[in-house]
């Protein structure tokens, strides 16, 4: 079993910054993925980027992409996102997430975290 909980949300102007932080705990396999997703109001849940949890490999969604970085703190069990030159369009519930598959679909992921709102102002 795997538990992981967000921090790091809050309300920022457009152009600002945010880093989020995904703590993990239980067991983590070294083969797992680890994923961001948002979620925003009337709107499906949307991958953001994921990270291999060995190699540190990353990948992004292009709505992102240039301006998220993902890293981990495999000492820590920790996951970051670090949201730079944010925009109104970013606001939403961002989940972590992890799980055995590569995959951009959230049904693919066994673990979730509560979520953490981040709500970016014009």
């Known amino acids: 079993q795997v538990q992981l909980v967000e921090s790091g949300g809050g309300l920022v102007q457009a152009g600002g910054s945010l880093r989020l932080s995904c703590a993990a705990s239980?067991?983590?396999?070294?083969?797992?993925?680890m994923v961001w997703f948002r979620q925003a109001p009337g709107k499906e849940r949307e991958f953001v980027g994921r990270?291999?949890?060995?190699?540190?490999?990353?990948y992004y969604a292009d709505p992102v992409k240039g301006r998220f970085t993902i890293s981990r703190d495999n000492a820590k069990t920790t996951m970051y996102l670090q949201m730079n030159s944010l925009k109104p369009e970013d606001t939403a519930v961002y989940y972590c997430?992890?799980?055995?598959?590569?995959?951009?679909?959230?049904?693919?992921?066994?673990?979730w975290g509560q979520g953490t709102q981040v709500t970016v102002s014009s």
């Open positions: 997430a992890a799980g055995p598959s590569i995959a951009s679909r959230p049904g693919a992921y066994n673990y």
């Open positions: 239980g067991r983590i396999f070294s083969s797992y993925v």
């Open positions: 990270i291999m949890w060995t190699s540190g490999n990353t």
